[in-house]
């Protein structure tokens, strides 16, 4: 699935070709994502112009005069601009034709994305309304989340992953991010010192800021390529390494489910 970083690698990748582009109609050739894709967003969109391209989490804004698009990648998504020509392949769901002849395509093979339509403000619609602070901005602190966990029993990679506290920390960084702070992904959250809440955070902004950077050196071409950024997984110290030496004590590292997701640690280096 991509995560939030992958999520603002397509931002930066797809809007210098957006910005301030008039669109001339909405393409949509399969409906049937997570939600259908309403039938009033293509009228809405027709003659248009791309005044802004922002995120929050890992959902998308686009944003016109008569309101936004709001997108989201799902397990399989991805966008990338091509010649609106171009004959789209057996995923590629949804073009958004341009009036300068290129077009961001939407290519989607488990169609779990979705693409809705918002003409009242964005940030109070339900699927962006509860989420908690950005991981990279100034409300995330190692105070907030220690207060949040009060009386918390459940395991601190669950609590890290609940988008109401911190929007956007996927499964890979959360296991990066624990494992950077030292703290035992099966920790109680309620259980946690407002020391170690601050390397956390700390340990967050640096796994997220060093995967941006990753994804902007490695970054696809979205002007006819396929418009998924690479994984930082050259970088990654414990995701996907399950059973593997630890690089910091050269234990074996753990690997079990907590809350549905694979999750990674060393518990030798972590408590």
Same mark, same amino acid.
Not at 114 to 119: R, V
Not at 224 to 231: E, I, M, T, V
């Given at each position: 699935?991509?995560?939030?970083?992958? $999520?603002?690698?397509?931002?930066?990748?797809? +809007?210098?070709?957006?910005?301030?582009?008039?669109?001339?109609?909405?393409?949509?050739?399969?409906?049937?994502?997570?939600?259908? !894709?309403?039938?009033?967003?293509?009228?809405?969109?027709a003659?248009?112009?791309?005044? +802004?391209?922002?995120? =929050?989490?890992?959902?998308?804004?686009?944003?016109t005069?008569?309101?936004? %698009?709001?997108?989201?990648?799902?397990? +399989?998504?991805?966008?990338?601009?091509?010649p609106?020509?171009?004959?789209?392949?057996?995923?590629?769901? $949804?073009?958004?034709?341009?009036?300068?002849?290129?077009? %961001?395509?939407?290519?989607?093979?488990r169609?779990?994305?979705?693409?809705?339509? %918002?003409?009242?403000?964005?940030?109070?619609?339900?699927?962006? +309304?509860?989420?908690?602070?950005?991981?990279?901005?100034a409300? %995330?602190?190692?105070?907030y989340?220690?207060?949040?966990?009060?009386?918390?029993?459940?395991?601190?990679?669950?609590?890290?992953?609940?988008?109401?506290?911190?929007?956007?920390?996927?499964?890979?960084?959360?296991?990066?991010?624990? @494992?950077?702070?030292?703290?035992?992904?099966?920790?109680?959250?309620?259980?946690?010192?407002?020391?170690?809440?601050?390397?956390? !955070?700390?340990?967050?902004?640096?796994?997220?800021?060093?995967?941006?950077?990753?994804?902007?050196?490695?970054?696809?071409?979205?002007?006819?390529?396929?418009?998924?950024?690479?994984?930082?997984?050259q970088?990654?110290?414990?995701?996907?390494r399950?059973?593997?030496?630890?690089?910091?004590?050269? =234990?074996?590292l753990?690997?079990?489910?907590?809350?549905?997701?694979?999750?990674? @640690?060393?518990?030798?280096?972590?408590?």
């Amino acid at each position: 699935m991509p995560e939030l970083p992958e $999520v603002e690698t397509t931002r930066r990748g797809i +809007s210098p070709h957006l910005l301030d582009q008039k669109i001339e109609r909405l393409w949509v050739r399969e409906s049937r994502l997570r939600w259908p !894709v309403p039938e009033e967003a293509a009228v809405a969109l027709a003659g248009q112009t791309v005044r +802004s391209l922002s995120r =929050r989490a890992k959902y998308l804004l686009m944003g016109t005069d008569r309101g936004h %698009l709001l997108l989201h990648l799902g397990m +399989s998504g991805s966008l990338c601009m091509v010649p609106a020509e171009t004959r789209p392949a057996k995923h590629d769901h $949804v073009d958004l034709v341009l009036a300068n002849g290129t077009a %961001l395509r939407y290519t989607d093979p488990r169609r779990f994305g979705c693409l809705l339509w %918002l003409t009242d403000d964005p940030m109070a619609h339900p699927l962006l +309304s509860h989420l908690g602070p950005e991981p990279l901005e100034a409300g %995330l602190t190692g105070a907030y989340l220690h207060h949040r966990a009060k009386g918390r029993k459940q395991a601190i990679k669950t609590f890290l992953m609940d988008h109401r506290i911190v929007a956007g920390v996927g499964n890979i960084y959360a296991n990066e991010a624990l @494992f950077g702070a030292g703290i035992l992904p099966t920790r109680p959250a309620g259980r946690i010192s407002l020391a170690r809440y601050e390397a956390l !955070v700390e340990q967050i902004r640096q796994v997220m800021n060093e995967a941006l950077k990753a994804g902007g050196t490695t970054l696809r071409d979205f002007t006819g390529g396929d418009g998924k950024p690479g994984y930082f997984q050259q970088q990654l110290q414990v995701y996907g390494r399950g059973g593997q030496p630890c690089q910091q004590c050269d =234990r074996p590292l753990q690997q079990r489910v907590i809350g549905q997701r694979a999750t990674v @640690f060393c518990k030798g280096c972590q408590s």
